[in-house]
């Protein structure tokens, strides 16, 4: 006779673990139902979310990253391409939905193989082999471009905002390729670009092409007394990192004042203080002050006296700017500032924008950082703006770095990459041929959706973009420029054009996560403890 065997408990109570196929199932379909969250975004005819938090604010947007940030996604699996779209703007700055839409392509394709029986670990090789490969088949398309020209870089722009942005995008797009021709810097490795030297200043009111680009900064600050100039030319700048006030000593010491004749030769003592610090400054040859700190009514009296203008408490991170823009130099004490500390601009000027009194920085010599400022008609069109600058940015940042290697959009890389993985796939003796086949196939979501998304019909244009590629012509992708005319094109031609390392960083990280999915066979979850289940603010709050 048989005993009743004891089940053996190996995780504490409150734990659930699903195993195998289950767990595979579960972790396929929920980063799917990611991927088809942001799919109608996808290219110049996506459409726009409506993201609406728990307070009730709302975002209007096409961004793909965007959308997933403010979705409190729980499932493990899904945040895992949530991620994804993470580390693509981080990396490249731009193809986020493309990133999330090919990982969820090849997750659907591989379920279709586990499905017939192929094994997870078979696929994941395959499709490891298949995303280095396809990296290879990058560089050997890849075309290069004069990063110096400045009719390249707008049609990467180009490429990158339009459908987000309407009207006046030729204004925009040479804004932001004067933004990043400022701020390049050439190094041992090439060009580099470091975006955080671009500022964005939003000011909703008026329209995008009262955007500007400022060759020096923007400070959202009132000058600190109403005496002071409105408008300063050959401004010869302070950047002080110490407050413009009287030390209060150590907080124990008190100081009596029987007399009310003490209490008169107290204040002019602090008065002498002050006028001694605005006499330094003065002496340096500042006619503009900025102060990270606290700066003392007196003190400005005398500025206003001396025809300086001054700002209080501007954040370090603006000083910062300031310095790379002007080459001031921040000084911590008032004995370092000298002439020699000082930086340059052509003119420092008020400025009302909207209803806000605004500092302008500029005209500043081969400026290294420079500011942006975005207009729109409402504060959710200045937002949606911004993003489409953000993308636009990390791809001009992208392509300049990587010194101008581009692929053409439109669908065109990644047809041409889906046809010579097919042929790479064809020659494997193993079973991974039907990942690499699956892998290539995934490949074609892209020129699918974008189709779909202009309403057009994705499977005739499949078929004419595969014959086409078939007779090499490698950059032939949909053309959707038009909307009322929707056709196949040479988008190389077209100046359609990308970046490699966005879609390189897209094809890699989206490889790398459905590899990483596909080897999960057990999910162990702890139970909720009570803390966990006290949902954290959505991450729009950050
Ligand atoms: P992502 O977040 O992946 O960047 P987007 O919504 O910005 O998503 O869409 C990018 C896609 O749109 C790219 O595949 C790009 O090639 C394509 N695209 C851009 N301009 C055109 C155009 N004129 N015709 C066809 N496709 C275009
Ligand atoms: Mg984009």
Redesign the pocket.
């Known amino acids: 006779m048989v005993e009743a065997v004891q089940p053996i408990f190996i995780l504490p109570e409150g734990y659930t673990r699903t195993t195998g196929k289950d767990a595979q199932r579960n972790n396929i379909a929920a980063a799917i139902a990611v991927a088809d969250t942001v799919k109608s975004?996808?290219?110049?005819r996506?459409m726009d979310k409506m993201l609406i938090d728990n307070i009730g604010d709302i975002t209007i947007t096409?961004?793909?990253?965007t959308v997933l940030k403010s979705m409190e996604i729980d499932n493990p699996a899904a945040k895992m391409l949530v991620e994804i779209a993470k580390t693509q703007e981080e990396v490249a700055g731009?193809?986020?939905?493309?990133?999330v839409i090919l990982a969820g392509e090849m997750l659907k394709k591989a379920e279709s193989l586990l499905d017939s029986g192929l094994h997870p670990a078979l696929i994941a090789k395959g499709y490891k082999l298949a995303t280095e490969k396809a990296i290879e088949i990058l560089n050997e398309i890849k075309e290069k471009v004069d990063i110096s020209n400045k009719e390249e870089l707008s049609k990467i722009v180009?490429?990158?905002i339009?459908?987000?942005l309407s009207g006046s995008d030729h204004h925009i797009i040479n804004l932001l390729v004067d933004a990043i021709n400022h701020v390049k810097t050439k190094t041992a490795e090439g060009e580099k670009v470091d975006l955080d030297n671009i500022k964005i200043e939003k000011k909703s009111g008026g329209g995008m092409q009262d955007s500007l680009l400022v060759d020096g900064v923007i400070l959202e600050k009132e000058k600190v007394h109403p005496d002071m100039p409105d408008r300063i030319e050959n401004a010869k700048i302070a950047l002080l990192n110490l407050s413009l006030e009287v030390e209060k000593g150590p907080i124990d010491a008190q100081i009596r004042i029987d007399r009310p004749e003490q209490l008169e030769s107290f204040v002019a003592e602090q008065q002498k203080i002050l006028k001694g610090m605005v006499d330094k400054i003065k002496a340096s040859g500042a006619n503009v002050v900025i102060c990270e700190k606290g700066i003392d009514d007196v003190a400005q009296h005398f500025l206003a006296k001396a025809g300086i203008l001054a700002f209080r408490r501007v954040s370090d991170s603006d000083v910062q700017k300031i310095g790379k823009a002007t080459g001031a130099k921040i000084v911590s004490t008032l004995d370092a500032l000298d002439s020699s500390a000082l930086g340059e601009a052509g003119v420092v000027h008020m400025e009302k924008i909207g209803n806000e009194t605004m500092a302008f920085i500029e005209k500043c010599k081969n400026p290294k950082a420079v500011t942006i400022l975005v207009r729109g008609g409402s504060e959710h069109v200045v937002d949606e703006i911004k993003r489409a600058i953000e993308?636009a940015l990390g791809d001009l940042k992208s392509v300049v770095e990587e010194d101008g290697a581009v692929v053409a959009?439109?669908?065109a890389v990644e047809m041409e990459l889906s046809k010579r993985l097919k042929e790479f796939a064809s020659t494997l003796k193993g079973k991974e041929q039907l990942a690499v086949q699956a892998f290539a196939e995934a490949l074609e979501a892209?020129p699918r959706t974008?189709a779909e998304n202009a309403g057009s019909d994705p499977m005739s244009i499949l078929v004419e973009l595969r014959s086409a590629h078939q007779q090499g012509k490698k950059w032939v992708?949909?053309?959707?420029?038009d909307p009322y005319d929707v056709k196949i094109d040479d988008?190389m031609k077209i100046g359609?054009i990308?970046p490699l390392r966005?879609k390189r960083q897209?094809v890699k990280s989206a490889g790398e996560v459905a590899v990483m999915i596909l080897r999960i066979d057990d999910i162990i979850a702890a139970g909720k403890s009570a803390k966990m289940e006290s949902k954290q603010p959505p991450s729009s709050y950050e």
Request: proline residues 3%; glycine residues 24%; negative net charge.
């Open positions: 975004t996808l290219g110049p996506g096409n961004d793909g990253v731009d193809g986020t939905t493309s990133s180009r490429t990158a339009i459908g987000k993308d959009g439109g669908g892209i974008l992708g949909i053309n959707l420029s988008m359609v990308e966005v897209a």
